[in-house]
């Protein structure tokens, strides 16, 4: 069985899939890929099942060589790659020779890259699912972000075609010159607010902040005020979910966010906007439009198009 | 008896997930509700459903947009509420919690007693003599909103959380009390331990507690608490 031999880490790697569900009801979160989107490309790109694991690599890459020759692929975040010391371009799938050293060096645009290896990351289902969530140190590679010296498990590779000549559709990655727009569906609790909250919250910019990571999008900006307190009684809270607490600065929980919550939540990102903020590296920022279920609906469609577009090349 | 059930209140939290609320309060009742709720929602099998999540007073109903319709899940969700308008609470299992009060399993015990104007004794007493109810679960895989605790004991959060609660603290907030089950950082009131693993990914039943659970406390020694952990 191949595996993947860790020489350097990077600054976060961590296996992900399309995340735990349906164990949220016990205080499970659903973590998984933070840009879903990105790492369903990887996957379609060697050949795949879109569901596979794959390593997400945040801000600094790793370098990892190959037990046996792969294809590989890397969406999301664009980085300067090399294959033994060779440049490759990262914009589709390409072969790593068995022996082989991939390694990440500069980072070009995102905040984090989805390496998709044909076979798929073969860690154990923990709970139905390979992604780590590394507070309770849950699935993944025992739990944890990779470290110099690991060995990774990969899959058998299946009959899927590889899309060589594909190219992984990346404009939700780059960082715009000014803010990058995010669509909002107002709710579930926006009457816990102001009547202006909603206004203020598409008034300005959201600057995203470093202690940001998997859990939540940590964010400063117009300040948005509660109509009375900034509690409500703990409930569910969804991939998306701009919370807010006392202080009037929305969080914005992300795929490692506790199953439930305790602040008022003023609005919620569509799904189709979250691998956008994933992509966001602290220092950016965002700026939030309301839209429609309608728009939101469409807008995921449109990815699921690029997706099977992809697949059928 | 019991005033007639409020009709549920259904919104929208973004685009894949539908919160049904009943009454907005802590109450037994509009839990159980919840939970019946949830269970009837899961048993109806509707496509495109990824996950039911019950808290306190509402259960919200996640499922993929691309993959659902969502008339059809709306008047799925409409038929499970008026169901179960008149739940009748069904006690779930019943566990019985071993625990070792005080000391350095329990560091904060002396405080709670001191918010308490009671002896270390007597608030061990106080958190024992209840049947807790587990509401929810939340915040970490495993952990139990377990409720009510008597009012006397119910000390407030710590006003600086710990970096550190070992696996199996035994801690009360307020009207909650519950059992961290993995190492973490945490802000309770730390008044013993339990040698038990509430939560094992590995086991068929991860979670020792679910949401309609019964909860009993029992003071163990520490000599019994040694013996467990041997």
């Not at chain 1, 973590?31 to 569901?51: E, P």
């Not at chain 1, 009959?159 to 559709?169: K, L, S, W, Y």
């Not at chain 1, 579930?188 to 206004?199: E, H, K, Y």
């Not at chain 2, 005080?102 to 104007?117: K, M």
């Amino acid at each position: 069985m191949g595996s993947l031999h860790v020489v350097r880490p990077g600054l976060l790697t961590t296996v992900q899939d399309l995340g735990r569900w349906g164990f949220q009801s016990l205080g499970v979160p659903v973590s998984g890929a933070m840009d879903t989107f990105s790492h369903r490309i990887a996957n379609v790109l060697v050949g795949n099942d879109q569901s596979a694991a794959t390593l997400e690599v945040t801000v600094a890459g790793p370098e990892l060589v190959f037990s046996d020759e792969r294809m590989v692929a890397i969406a999301g975040a664009m980085f300067d790659l090399s294959v033994d010391g060779r440049a490759v371009a990262s914009t589709g799938a390409f072969v790593v020779p068995k022996g082989g050293v991939l390694r990440f060096a500069a980072r070009v645009t995102g905040a984090r890259a989805y390496l998709g290896v044909a076979g798929g990351i073969d860690v154990p289902l923990v709970l139905g699912s390979r992604s780590t969530y590394l507070p309770a140190r849950l699935g993944g590679h025992g739990g944890r972000a990779l470290a110099a010296g690991d060995h990774v498990p990969l899959g058998e590779p299946a009959d899927g075609r590889a899309m060589r000549r594909r190219v992984a559709p990346r404009s939700h990655t780059r960082a715009p010159d000014g803010d990058r727009a995010v669509r909002v569906l107002a709710g579930p609790q926006a009457d816990r607010f102001t009547d202006d909250a909603l206004d203020r919250l598409q008034s300005g910019s959201y600057r995203v902040l470093p202690d940001s990571g998997r859990m939540a999008c940590r964010l400063e900006g117009p300040v948005l005020r509660h109509a009375r307190r900034a509690e409500v009684i703990s409930d569910a809270t969804p991939a998306g979910t701009l919370q807010v607490p006392p202080a009037g600065q929305p969080i914005l929980l992300m795929a490692d966010r506790q199953t439930t919550g305790g602040y008022a939540k003023v609005a919620t990102v569509i799904s189709a906007d979250l691998p956008m903020v994933a992509q966001a590296a602290p220092g950016e920022s965002l700026s939030f439009t309301v839209c429609s279920q309608a728009e939101a609906l469409a807008a995921l469609i449109a990815q699921e198009r690029t997706l099977l577009a992809l697949e059928d090349a | 008896m019991t005033s007639p059930a409020l009709p549920a209140r259904f919104s929208r939290a973004g685009d894949s997930a539908i919160v049904v609320e009943f009454e907005e309060r802590i109450d037994l009742a509009i839990n159980a509700r919840c939970i019946a709720f949830a269970n009837a929602v899961l048993s109806c099998g509707l496509p495109g459903i990824r996950d039911v999540v019950p808290a306190y007073c509402t259960v919200t109903v996640y499922f993929d947009p691309l993959r659902t319709e969502q008339e059809r899940l709306l008047a799925c969700l409409k038929q499970a509420a008026s169901e179960t308008r008149r739940t009748v609470d069904a006690p779930g299992r019943t566990h019985r919690v071993p625990v070792c009060y005080g000391g350095e399993l329990g560091p904060d015990l002396a405080d709670v007693a001191r918010f308490a104007r009671l002896s270390e004794e007597e608030t061990i007493e106080r958190h024992v003599v209840r049947r807790y109810r587990v509401f929810m679960l939340g915040f970490i895989p495993g952990f139990a909103y377990l409720g009510t605790v008597d009012e006397q004991i119910a000390a407030p959060r710590r006003a600086a959380p710990r970096t550190r609660v070992p696996a199996g603290s035994v801690g009360i907030a307020a009207g909650q009390t519950g059992v961290y089950p993995i190492e973490t950082p945490g802000g309770w009131q730390l008044i013993g331990r339990t040698p038990l693993r509430v939560f094992d990914p590995s086991r068929p039943r991860p979670s020792l507690f679910q949401p309609g659970d019964a909860v009993h406390f029992v003071p163990i020694s520490r000599q019994q608490w040694d013996r467990f952990t041997l």
